[in-house]
């Protein structure tokens, strides 16, 4: 079998949900939504194009259950149906052709950068490592009573999300945010029936889950994007990340995104942690957790992609052949080149190569961040209706979005109360 033909695969969940081909977009936050937290026009334009270009199943970028908690600043926020007509608008472009489109719902927790909110609140007040203390608050513990209301929040706005017109939802349980806080036991020190032992730490994933499914009913699709570590002294191990896909397919989840990491250790994007370098497996398959996701395909029989670091046609098929995954996950270059799936699915080579980011200055490049403002840059770009711009400068990029933090951070929005409805 070709590539292509490969990747041109129909596959068709446990529930029937049919996604047209192999290719999914992973999420990445578009910072396009307006001063209350509704899509905007550009997210309109941003997801026709991707669209467009072919992809099966597009997952937006994470979208926040609570205006008091941003992760960036231009998050949208679901809260509640104030903002239904341009989230059926966006619904509908992202849904065209056929397109399966899918809203992630995401809570920050502690990774929120200092002066974006009021306050951080996370399972625990550990503070962030030295070198991030002046960028990212120590957050407060949550409550127990807290910990509820935003269990109901990720239900309700799950519902919200299928009101809208969205074809699934995916819970952002990766990369350092809340759903990964609680699973890891150096962000969560608890005691109570939150913390204390894997089964406890996992216990708010899973309510998660089941909170949504009560919201949206049994055939809608949720999936979920799982850290397959965080790659952190102390943290959510392989194992535990194995336990928590048992967990989750045993309460049939419908698809299983992997990735891994933190922005305390940036493994999502292929940031080399610990300074160990690539395994050689690693960079010729191209995928950077696929011999996790070998892992999980033992363990479960739930569809799983992985996402991070595929860049042609031979090795994502290679990925989808080998049986571990159903899916591939790619984020980047669908940045610098949202039809790049139309040309995989012809059996063409994407036009760019995605190259690394940097300013030149090591000790911005090293907090990592640099990467997400230069690729959301681009998506700002398609959002307008300009074409992306794979050449442009890192330290420029970083100026600009520095400039705009200064100002977000001087007009916070009010916290609103974690309440129970
Ligand atoms: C600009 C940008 C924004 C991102 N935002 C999110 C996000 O909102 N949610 C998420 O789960 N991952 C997010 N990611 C991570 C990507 O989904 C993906 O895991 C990562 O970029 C690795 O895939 P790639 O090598 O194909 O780019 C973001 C990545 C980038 C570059």
Known sequence: MTPQAVLNQPLTLPHGTVIKNRLLKSAMSEALGDRDGAPT???TRLYQAWADGGIGLCITGNVMIDRGALGEPGNVVIEDDRHMAALQAWAKAATSHGTQCWVELNHPGKQ???????????????????????????????KPAEVRALIQRYGKAAGIVQQAGFSGVQIHGAHGYLVSQF?????????DDWGGTPAKRRRFVLEVYRAMRKAVGPDFPIGIKLNSADFQRGGFTEEESLDTIRALADASIDLIEI???TYEAPAMTGVK???????????????????FAEKA????????????GFRTARGMAEAIQSGAVDMVGLARMLAIEPDAPKRL?????????IKPITTGIKAIDKLGLLEISWYTGQLKRIGRGEAPKPNESGLWVFAKQAWHMALAGRTKRPPTKLRAS
Do not use: W
């Open 297 to 308: 395909r033992a363990a479960v029989k739930t569809p799983l992609v992985v996402t991070g």
């Open 41 to 43: 026009p550009e997210h």
């Open 259 to 261: 990735s891994g990491g």
């Open 345 to 353: 699915l012809a059996g063409k080579k994407p036009v760019h190569q």
């Open 112 to 142: 929120a950068p200092k002066g974006l909110n009021k306050e951080t609140v996370a399972p625990s007040a550990v503070p962030f490592r030295a070198d991030m203390k002046a960028f990212f608050a120590t957050p407060r513990e949550l």
């Open 183 to 191: 699973l890891s036991p150096h962000h969560n020190c608890r005691t």
């Open 273 to 291: 942690i610990n300074k160990e370098p690539v395994k050689e497996s690693t960079r010729q398959r191209e995928a950077y957790f696929l011999e």
